[in-house]
């Protein structure tokens, strides 16, 4: 996520006139942009469905929002600094609203996929600017942590709750999910039109935004879920490798843009620090492993298990909602472990719930509860160290990079995990299974290399 600014923009007021609405509102609008991303976890059948979708091409449905997110959420936070954090809030929340109501009326696969990638942009602007605006509205002390705790839970509650109303409303249509959030997103806008303070003149923007580094980025990840998504009907297909090829070139010339440019998205030299290493990787194999999964889990249940929307969204809560306590627990032990270290049990745990679900996605679902308790906890211990560990790996003035950088790993992650999954469970749902433990695994032992390379956290931010 976009990281709190710690001083207030030159010519802005140094705090906002209401507070308490600037938050009610910031959190309102990110709890309804987490519940759009998670909402189609439970609509996936009843889309394909509708549209027609082949199997191979499902992946699309599900990571559009991701995409659009992992694309845009370094431009987001520069253009809210630039431009006015307000500014580019509301016309977030706007866009959001007007995006995921398209996707209620879309008629076909590429339609809705559009709709899903431009809610992703727009979730970008919503999460870029709702913590800049917290920043103004609480400049320090206890109630900025109250207000960003307060914040976080409604991250994790939009990703609990998405699913849970899209299975509740999909009893008689899927659309109407898409619609209520629309909905709720247009009058969060209003809402926020009505109670956010205008800022003061804005300082004149040093340099834009690195639009090129965006674009290439795009492509490179576009490429390379494409040949994912692809690799269900047959890896060895000359598609499937060109596509990986291009992939790999996006990404190198991806490198080469962001060695020239003066303001570039990320400095790459900091991944010569082990510990933002460390945090970028551990956010990439959480997308990879955990997320991509999870994404797809309520799907795999309502197919194999014939459970119905709102029971396999129920299901999906256990995990989510065991996440959730989780994170909020995970404090307890920071005086403890390192983030590195809490990375580590994350990843250990992640993969021990998810080798408990072997055989029971087709089967009662009883059979599920120990591994979605266990998955959860992991997955929570993951969540509460990403961020921890990704601010403190960078020096203080590099923080907001550093949790940008975060972010667009673990959401490019999610999105390749998720075509990933859906190639893999075509031989069975074991299969997934078992890849995805290998790779939390993977994450695990990649972090406790990098810790014992010599990397430690500065003193009193651990």
């Known amino acids: 996520m976009p990281q709190l600014a710690t001083t207030p923009r030159r010519g802005s007021p140094s705090v906002t006139g209401r507070p308490r609405a600037t938050l009610a509102v910031t959190a309102a609008a990110t709890a309804v942009a987490l519940m759009n991303y998670t909402a189609p976890m439970l609509t996936l059948p009843d889309m394909a469905a509708a549209f027609g979708t082949p199997a191979s091409a499902q992946a699309w449905l599900l990571n ?84 960003t705790g307060i914040w976080g839970a409604s991250v994790s509650g939009g990703i609990a709750l ?34 956010l303070a205008k800022e003061g003149k804005l300082p004149a923007a040093e340099a834009r935004p690195d639009i090129v580094g965006a674009l290439t980025l795009g492509l490179a990840v576009a490429s390379l879920l494409t ?30 843009v962001e060695h020239r440019s003066r303001k570039p998205m990320i400095d790459l030299a900091l991944l010569r620090r082990p510990a933002f290493l460390a945090s970028t990787l551990g956010a990439l194999f959480t997308g990879l492993a955990v997320i991509g999964l999870f994404s797809v889990v309520p799907a795999l249940l309502q197919g194999g298990a014939g459970m119905s929307p709102l029971g396999s969204a129920l299901l999906f809560l256990l995990w989510s909602g065991t996440a959730f306590v989780a994170a909020l627990q995970a404090r307890r032990l920071a005086g403890r472990l390192s983030a590195a270290y809490q990375l580590t049990l994350g990843f250990a745990l992640s993969a021990a719930g998810v080798l408990a679900l072997l055989g029971g996605l087709e089967g009662p679902w009883p059979r599920l509860l120990p591994g979605l308790l266990v998955a959860g906890a992991g997955s929570g211990l993951l969540n509460a160290a990403l961020p921890r560990l990704a ?51 993977t994450g695990g032992v990649l972090t406790l290399v990098l810790e014992r390379s010599g990397f430690r956290v500065r003193a009193g931010r651990n």
């Open 64 to 147: 559009g929002t991701p995409l659009g997110l992992a694309v845009l959420l370094l431009v987001a936070g520069s253009l809210a600094d630039a431009h006015g954090r307000r500014r580019v809030f509301l016309l977030g929340t706007l866009t959001l609203g007007l995006t995921t109501a398209l996707g209620a009326l879309a008629g076909s696969t590429l339609t809705f996929t559009a709709a899903r990638i431009a809610q992703g942009a727009a979730s970008a602007a919503v999460l870029a600017g709702s913590l800049g605006l917290l920043a103004h509205a609480y400049p320090a002390g206890r109630d900025r942590i109250r207000a």
């Open 162 to 195: 998405g699913p849970l109303l899209a299975g509740a409303l999909s009893l008689a249509d899927w659309r109407l999910a898409y619609g209520t959030l629309g909905a709720a997103a247009l009058v969060t806008g209003a809402a926020g039109t009505r109670t």
């Open 227 to 256: 040949a994912l998504t692809l690799g269900r009907d047959g890896w060895l297909r000359p598609p499937v490798g060109l596509l990986l090829l291009a992939a790999a070139a996006l990404i190198a010339l991806f490198v080469a």
């Open 391 to 441: 601010v403190d790996s960078v020096p203080p003035e590099r923080a907001a990079m550093g949790s940008g950088a975060n972010n667009t790993a673990r959401y490019i992650g999610s999105s390749a995990g998720v075509a990933l999954t859906l190639a893999l469970v075509t031989t069975g749902p074991d299969t997934a299974l078992l890849v995805s433990a290998g790779l939390a695994v």
